[in-house]
C-alpha cells in the first residue's frame, strides 16, 4: 500500500489520518456498487453512472453488481476484484445490509475513498441502523475513507464527479468549496450558484458522516489550493473541540461561511432525523462561531449571498460606499440598511457631485449619494459617466448599480416590442465592466423585480438574461438591495477583522 | 356649496377638515389639466388620460388646456370653467409655475381634491419651489384637497383611479389599502401585488404632502370599510403627535404596517433631497411604534410579504405551526425560525404521526413535525391526507406546505417532457384549497425555486404558474420559508397584542 494511503490512527491526538484526497476528488477511476443492468432503473447506481456520463467524467467507470452483464455500454462486473485495474473511487449504492461487504470489497481492492449513497443507518435510530453505522466506522478505521452514508456524495466540477440527484450541473470549476450533511441543501446550492455565479472547487454532502465529516474537511479545505472560500451547511457537529479548532484555523487562511441548523429545541430534535447528530443553543454557537473567525449566517439565502460576494468581491474591506439608480425611496432605504449593517454612504465630494449633477436629468436627480438619477431610462452611457465619477472620490470602496428593469415595461407595452429589445442591458453591463476595470473599484449590480407574473415572464426572463451577462463577468448580483448590502457586510466583518489585526 | 365639501380649518385642535373622500376616490368625472393634443406626448398629463382609459375608467373625463383641440377622441377644453358639469376630481399636470393657478381653477369649479403630479416644488430646496409650495397650502386651506405635488396620485382599482406610471393595474379591488410619499414604491407595491395575491382597496403616493398626508390619510382610511389593513412606507411625518395619536387609533381598528424610511443619518439626508421631509431616530421610531400598536418592517419585501399574510388570513394570532415536505433541512430551518420569531412547531401527537406514517414513503420520511416526505414526488393526493391528519391535532393553528417544484427537473430532463407537463401543480393547489375549507385551518404555500437561470425559465414559469393558483383561491406563498414564517410572525405580533388585551 504506498505510503500516501496509509492511516496513522492517530486521532486520539486530533490529527487526522493520511489520506490521499487527490485519488478522492479527481479519480482516475470509479467503481459503481448497485447498478442495475436496466439502464431506465431509478436506482441511486444506475442514476450515478447515468449523471457521471452526462458530465462528461473522463475517467473509467467500472458498475458493479454480482448479476453481471452490461449498462449503457459498460460491462458489468459481478466483483470488485475482476476489475482489471486498482480503482481510485468508489460509489456504494447497495441496500444499507450489503453495504459493509461492498466496502470491505472496496477497501481490500485498494480503494481510497467511497460515497455510499444508501440511507438505512443511523439517521433511523433504530439498533439495526446505528449497528450497519458502526460496521462502516469500523471497516473505514483500516484504511478506506468514506463519505456518507445517506448522502448525495461529492460534486467535483474539475473531474466532473457529481451528486446526485446530479446531471445538469456546471462542469466550471471555481473557488468556493460547500461542505453539508444535507444532500438536498448541497444540490440546491449547486444549482443557485449557477445563476448566481458562483462556481465550485469541490462540494460534499457527507449525510450521516460515519467517517469524514466537517472538522476533517475543512482541514483539507483550508490547505486546498482550489479552494478561496469555504461555505457550509452544518445540523450538528461530532467533536466540538477539534471542530472549533480546525474551524478557527481554516478561517484564518480563507473566509469560512457557516450556517448552523438546529439551533432551537425543535430544530435539535428534527435534526436527530435527519442527519443522526445533535444541535446546540443558538446563543453558545454564535459567541463561538464569533470567537473562530467565521461567519454566521442564518438562511439558505444568505449563505448563498454570502458566498456570491466572497467568491466574486477582491479580498478586503469595503466600509464606504456609492449607490447609484433605483430612485428615492430605494435611496433611502440604501443608507439605512447600510448604518445597520456598519456601512456607510457618505455625500460625494462638491466636485464630483457638480460633475455627476451636469449629466443627470433634472429636475429629480440628485448627485448627493446616494445617486438619484430620476430616470429608470437613464441611458448606459450616462450612467458610465456617474459611476466613473463617483468612483473619483477616494473615500468610496465599492459601488452598486440598482436597475429597474421592469419600469421600462409601460414603454415595451406603448411601443408593442418585446421588453428584452428596448432594456439595453448587454451595453449596461459592458459599461460596469469597463468601470471596475478603470477605477479598480468593485461594482455590484442590484436587479429587483416587482412584476413576477406569469404574464410578465417576458421581464422575468430579461432579469435572468441580465444577470447573467453579469456574473458572466464575476460581477455579482442581488435581487434586493438589502441582499446586497448584508451580503457586503458579511465581507467587511471578514477582512475588516484582519485588516485590525493587521495594524 | 354642500354642506360634506366644506372645511372646518379646525386644524388647531388636531381635528381634520371635513372632506367629501367618497368624491376624490370614487369620482363620477375627472378633469386633467395640461394633457397635450399630441396623443403620443410623454407628459404625465397625457400619459394619465391613457391609462385612465386603459383602467376602463368609468365616469367622465375632460382633458384641459389652454391650447384647445382634441386627443384620444375627446374634446380638449381650454378652461376649467367650460366643463359643462361640476368636476368631482383634478388630475393637475402642468409646469409647476402654473400649478397654483390650475388649482385655483380646480377650487372654483368646485372641485372636491386634485392630485398634482407636477414635480419642482419643496423637493428641489430651492426658495421658488418652497413658495410655490406654500401656495399650493395656502389654496386647499380655502376648501380643495390636494394629493401631491411630486407623486404619481391615487389608485382605486373600484373606480379605475389609477396612478402614474399606471397601465396595467388589477381592477380587482381588495382589503389592503397603501400609503407613500414615494411614487416608485407604491406603483411597484401596485404591480408585486397581481402575483402576490393582494388586492387593494385604495393606494395614494402624496410626494411631498403638500395637504393629505400621513396622519389625515390614516384617520380616513381606518374608517373605511372597504379596507381591512394598512400598509405605509413613510420617509418623514409632518406633525409627530398627530400622527402618532392617529396611527394608534387606526392599530386598534385594523392592522397598520409600517415601513419607516430615513432612520439614518445618511438616510435622513437623502430624504430631504427625496421628499421634503424629515427623518429621524430608528431607535425611537421603534419605541413609538411599538406603543401605538402598528407593525413596524425594515424592508419593501418584508413590508409586501407581511400585508399578504394580514390580507389573506384569518383575523387571528397562529403560534403552534405544521411544516409539511422540504426535506430534512428544510424542516430544521423551520424549527429555528420559528423559535426565533416566537412560533413552536411541535411534535404531532402520537396517534397522528403514526397514521402519517402509515401514508409517507420508507425510509426517509418522518412524521414528526415538520414533516419530511422524504421524496419531492410525493402526490398531492398523499399530501392531502397529511395535512388533513395534521390538522387534526388541536394544537396547530396554521400548516405551511413547502414544495421543491424544481426537484421534478431531472425527470423533466429524463422524459423529455416540459416539467409544468408532470408537476400535478394544479391538484396540488386544489388539494390544499380543499383542506383549508374542511380544516378551517390555514395553509401557506412556499415555492422556493434554485434555478433561476435564463435556460430554467420553464421552472421559473412553473412556479409563477402555482403562485398564481394559489393566490386565486386566496391562499398566501413566499419564495422562502422564513419570510413565510416572518410575515406570519407579524400577524402573530399584533393579534396576539389583542387577544391579550381582551383576556
New interface residues.
Given amino acids: 500500500m504506498p505510503e500516501e494511503r496509509k492511516h496513522r490512527g492517530n486521532r486520539g491526538n486530533n490529527r487526522f489520518p493520511d489520506t490521499d484526497f487527490e485519488r478522492i476528488f479527481h479519480p482516475a477511476s470509479i467503481a459503481i456498487l448497485g447498478v442495475s443492468s436496466d439502464e431506465n432503473s431509478v436506482g441511486f447506481g444506475t442514476g450515478m453512472l447515468r449523471v457521471l456520463k452526462e458530465m462528461g467524467f473522463a475517467g473509467r467507470i467500472y458498475p458493479v453488481n454480482p448479476s453481471g452483464g452490461s449498462v449503457l455500454g459498460l460491462k458489468i462486473y459481478s466483483r470488485m476484484e475482476d476489475i482489471p485495474e486498482r480503482v481510485d473511487f468508489a460509489v456504494i449504492a447497495v441496500t444499507a445490509k450489503l453495504v459493509p461487504q461492498a466496502l470491505e470489497d472496496c477497501l481490500r481492492s485498494g480503494v481510497a475513498g467511497a460515497e455510499i449513497l444508501s ?2 443507518f443511523g ?2 435510530g433504530t439498533q439495526e441502523g446505528r449497528q450497519l453505522e458502526d460496521q462502516i466506522r469500523e471497516i473505514t478505521a483500516r484504511g478506506i475513507r468514506v463519505v456518507g452514508p445517506n448522502c448525495f456524495g461529492i460534486y467535483c466540477p474539475r473531474s466532473g464527479l457529481t451528486m446526485l ?4 450541473l456546471s462542469r466550471e470549476s471555481g473557488n468556493v468549496a460547500f461542505l ?3 444532500g ?2 448541497a ?3 449547486a ?2 450558484g ?2 448566481m455565479g458562483i462556481r465550485f472547487s469541490k462540494m460534499v454532502s457527507f449525510g450521516n458522516g460515519a467517517d469524514l465529516r466537517e472538522a476533517e474537511l475543512l482541514n483539507y479545505l483550508a490547505r486546498d489550493h482550489e479552494t478561496e472560500v469555504i461555505s457550509m ?1 452544518i ?1 450538528g457537529i461530532k467533536d466540538g473541540d477539534v471542530f472549533f479548532r480546525e474551524l478557527k484555523a481554516a478561517a484564518a487562511r480563507k473566509p469560512v461561511i457557516i450556517f448552523k ?11 436527530a ?3 443522526a447528530s445533535m ?1 446546540g443553543s ?1 446563543l453558545i454557537w454564535s459567541s463561538v462561531l464569533k470567537q473562530t473567525g467565521a461567519v454566521q449566517v ?4 444568505e449563505l448563498m449571498q454570502a458566498s456570491a460576494a466572497f467568491s466574486l468581491l477582491p479580498k478586503k474591506s469595503f466600509r464606504n460606499i456609492a449607490v447609484i439608480g433605483g ?14 449593517h456598519g456601512m ?4 460625494l465630494a462638491s466636485d464630483i457631485r457638480e460633475r455627476i449633477e451636469a449629466i443627470l436629468p433634472r ?2 436627480s ?1 448627485a ?1 449619494n ?1 445617486v ?1 438619477v430620476a430616470n429608470p431610462l437613464v441611458a448606459p452611457s450616462i450612467l458610465k459617466e456617474v459611476l466613473m465619477n463617483a468612483a473619483q472620490d477616494e473615500r468610496i470602496d465599492l459601488q452598486i448599480i440598482v436597475s ?1 428593469f ?2 421600462y ?2 414603454y415595451a ?1 406603448m411601443f408593442g416590442v418585446p421588453i428584452a429589445e428596448i432594456v439595453p442591458y448587454k451595453e449596461l453591463v459592458e459599461v460596469v465592466g469597463d468601470v471596475i476595470n478603470k477605477t479598480g473599484k468593485p461594482v455590484v449590480a442590484v436587479l ?1 423585480n ?5 404574464r ?2 417576458d421581464i ?2 430579461l432579469i ?2 441580465a ?2 451577462e453579469y456574473v458572466q463577468r464575476g460581477i455579482p448580483v442581488f435581487d ?1 438591495l ?1 441582499e446586497a448590502i448584508r451580503a457586503i457586510a458579511h465581507v467587511n466583518t471578514y477582512y475588516g477583522r484582519r485588516e485590525n489585526e493587521k495594524r
Same sequence: chains 1, 2.
Fill in positions: 440511507s438505512g439517521e433511523l440527484p446530479g446531471q445538469d453539508a450533511q444535507s438536498g441543501m444540490s440546491d446550492f444549482h443557485a449557477e445563476w451547511y445540523e441548523g438546529g439551533l432551537s429545541a425543535a430544530g435539535a430534535r428534527s435534526v432525523s435527519h442527519t444541535g443558538g442564518f438562511d439558505t439565502q430612485g428615492g425611496a430605494i435611496g433611502v432605504a440604501a443608507c439605512d440598511i447600510a448604518e445597520r456607510e454612504i457618505p455625500p429636475p429629480g440628485s448627493l446616494p438619484d429597474l421592469f419600469h415595461n409601460p407595452l429587483p416587482a412584476r413576477r407574473g406569469p410578465n415572464m422575468t426572463g435572468a438574461l444577470r447573467q434586493e438589502h
